[in-house]
C-alpha cells in the first residue's frame, strides 16, 4: 500500500501513516481543474436533509447546501431534484479539496426584481408558506417571502389560529431590505 506521513514524533518514538496520501494529492490534482464561478455539468449521487451530492467527474464530488438549491424556501431537497438526475451547478467555493456548489445562482435572483416592485408600508398579498418560532412566513412571490413576527399576535397560537398554512391575505410591508433579502409584514387584518 502506498501511505504518506501525517505524523513523525522522534522523542515519543511515533510514526503515523495515512493510506490517503496519495489519493489526496490526486484529488487536489483534479479539484485545480475546476474555478469558482464555473457552470458544471453533474449527476446526483445523494440527496440527504442538508443538501445535494453531485459527482462531478470520476473521483470527486460536490455538494449543494440545501441554501443554495433554490431562491425560495426549501424544506426538503428531495422536493427538488432525485439521485441519477443530470444537473448543471455553479461553483461558489472550493476549500480544501472540497467543492461547494449552487442551484439556485444559476437562475435570476427574484429579489433583484422585488426591489424595483415593492417599498416599506405597501400593501401586499401573500400566502402562509411556514411556521417558525419568530413567526409566519408570507410568501409575496416566488422566491420573495416576508416574516409576519408572533408578537403581533401575542401568542404563537393565535398566530396560527389567525393565519392559516396556505392560505392568502393582506399585508403591509413594515420593512423592505432587498440587498439583504428582507422583508417584515404586518397583518392588515384582511383576507
Do not use: C
Not at 494529492?25 to 474555478?35: A, G, Q, R
Not at 446526483?44 to 470520476?58: A, C
Not at 396556505?166 to 413594515?174: A, D, L, P, R, V
Amino acid at each position: 500500500i502506498q501511505v504518506s506521513i501525517i505524523t513523525a514524533d522522534p522523542k515519543e518514538g511515533k510514526l503515523i501513516f495515512s493510506e490517503k496520501g496519495g489519493e489526496h494529492k490526486e484529488k487536489e490534482k483534479i479539484v485545480s481543474k475546476y474555478e469558482i464561478g464555473d457552470e458544471v455539468d453533474g449527476t446526483v449521487t445523494g440527496v440527504v436533509d442538508f443538501g445535494v451530492f453531485v459527482k462531478l467527474e470520476e473521483g470527486l464530488e460536490g455538494l449543494v447546501h440545501i441554501s443554495e438549491i433554490d431562491w425560495g424556501l426549501v424544506d426538503d431537497p428531495r422536493n427538488f431534484v432525485k439521485s441519477g438526475q443530470s444537473i448543471k451547478a455553479k461553483i461558489i467555493e472550493i476549500k480544501d479539496g472540497k467543492i461547494s456548489l449552487s442551484l439556485k445562482q444559476l437562475k435570476a435572483n427574484p429579489w433583484l426584481e422585488a426591489g424595483k416592485k415593492y417599498k416599506k408600508d405597501q400593501v401586499v398579498t401573500g400566502v402562509i408558506i411556514k411556521f417558525n418560532k419568530h413567526g409566519a412566513l408570507a410568501s409575496i412571490e416566488e422566491g420573495v417571502a416576508g416574516l409576519v413576527h408572533v408578537s403581533e399576535f401575542g401568542s404563537e397560537d393565535k398566530l396560527k389560529k389567525t393565519l392559516e398554512l396556505g392560505k392568502t391575505y393582506e399585508f403591509k410591508i413594515t420593512l423592505f431590505d432587498p440587498k439583504e433579502q428582507k422583508m417584515a409584514l404586518s397583518f392588515t387584518g384582511k383576507k
